[in-house]
Every structure is written in C-alpha cells, then in structure tokens.
C-alpha cells in the first residue's frame, strides 16, 4: 500500500514564500507530481518530479528526496489567486504506474 | 493545448434516472481515466482507459459503466445511483498509461459535479 501525508490547512501572507511538505511511503516509487486545484475546478499540473533535487519553474519550485520519501512545493511571491488546495500524488510501478493522491494542502493566502 | 472537457458541468438526477457523463480530450492521448472526488477529499481513480480499451477498474460498482467509443471520447454511463454517489467526477488523460517520465502527466477536465436525489 502507499501512505502519502499532507498538512490539512496552511495559511501565509501576500507576498510571502510558502513551503507544503509531503511525504511518502510506498515500494515502487516512479515520480511525484504536484497539482493545484481551486474550490470546484479541476486539478492543473503544476510540477513533476522523479530524481532528487529542485525543479524551478517561475514563482513555483518542488524538491524530492526519494531516500527520505519527501518532497515540497514552495511558492514565492504569494498572490491572492494561489489560494487553493495543493495535491501531491505519488506514482507507483507496482500499480501499474497510476497515481495515488495526498489528502491535500488547503492554502489561504491573507492581504 | 492541453485541454480536456466534460459535459455537463452539473448534473441533478434521481435514483432511479439513466444518465450518462462525457469527456473529450483532442490531444491525441491514448489513456483516459474516470476519477471520482467527494469534497475536501482528494481524486479517487475509478477506471483506466489504455488505447480505447479498460485497463483498471478499481472494484467500481456497476452503477458505474463506463465507456471509450474512440481515442478522444470517454462516457460514464450513470444507472441507479445512490445519494452518496453525489461527487464531483474528474476526467484526465494522459499521453500514455502505465509508462514513465513527464509524458505520464495525467491533464484534467473541468468535472461534472453531480447530485443524487
């Protein structure tokens, strides 16, 4: 089976840097994606991940430490519109490759 | 593009009501997936559509039928339905299933959020 936790609800200020950890257990890890969903509309792909290191991309950055079973999406410049909730979803080769979904980060952005 | 679309947006329909959900993708996709979404909840994978044919379903009741006429098409065909099936339902596709690397990223449709009365 897999477990993937995600911190329930954060909240971070305008303009600021926010980081939304994740972490994974699972036995045929096969990349990390992170997806944004605003209230009632789909899920957008915001990043993916499957080597250890930092993607950057903009004002959205994820890291994955696959010894560790962690990864992070920290947002920088917050705006009002970033808030949403935050999906991290492992991918797993001895499921045939489908993704499992994290509970979700909610974050609200305040002025 | 990447865009994928569903029909209807929203959908009301009583238990014993025959309806069926849509999903359109013209990215030339070869997987297509039914997700189901219960609020604050994250996507549930319901099936798994590889070059036209099922390849998961994951122990879906048979309510639940789903379709691919083509490539670019995926129906949900919705038969006596209990209240707690009202969900918001998530079509993806992805330009491959069951591979590996970036192509693998499953892109979402908008959902049709459905009430069982």
């Known amino acids: 089976g897999q477990n993937i936790d995600q911190p329930t609800e954060m909240t971070a200020t305008e303009g600021a840097i926010v980081q939304i950890n994740c972490t994974y257990q699972?036995?045929?890890?096969?990349?990390l994606f992170w997806y944004q969903q605003h209230a009632g509309e789909a899920p957008t792909f915001l990043s993916y991940n499957v080597l250890d290191g930092l993607e950057e991309k903009g004002r959205f950055s994820s890291f994955l430490s696959r010894s560790k079973g962690y990864s992070y999406l920290l947002l920088k410049e917050l705006q009002m519109k970033d808030s949403a909730s935050y999906l991290c979803?492992?991918?797993?080769?001895?499921?045939?490759?489908?993704?499992?979904f994290g509970g979700g980060t909610r974050l609200m952005v305040k002025p | 593009d990447t865009e994928v679309t569903q029909t209807p947006k929203h959908l009301v329909m009583g238990m014993t009501n025959k309806k069926s959900l849509k999903c359109e993708q013209h990215m030339g996709h070869r997987a297509m997936y039914w997700y189901k979404q219960k609020a604050k909840k994250p996507p549930e994978l319901m099936f798994v559509?590889?070059?036209?044919?099922?390849?998961i379903n994951e122990s879906v009741p048979s309510r639940f039928s789903p379709e691919c006429p083509n490539s670019s098409l995926l129906n949900l065909h919705l038969h006596a339905l209990q209240p707690e099936d009202s969900a918001l339902y998530l079509c993806a596709s992805s330009q491959y299933s069951g591979g590996e690397g970036k192509q693998e990223t499953q892109y979402f449709g908008p959902g049709t959020r459905l009430l069982v009365l």
């Open positions: 559509y590889s070059y036209e044919k099922l390849s």
């Open positions: 699972t036995s045929g890890f096969n990349g």
């Open positions: 979803a492992v991918r797993n080769n001895n499921a045939g490759n489908m993704l499992t």
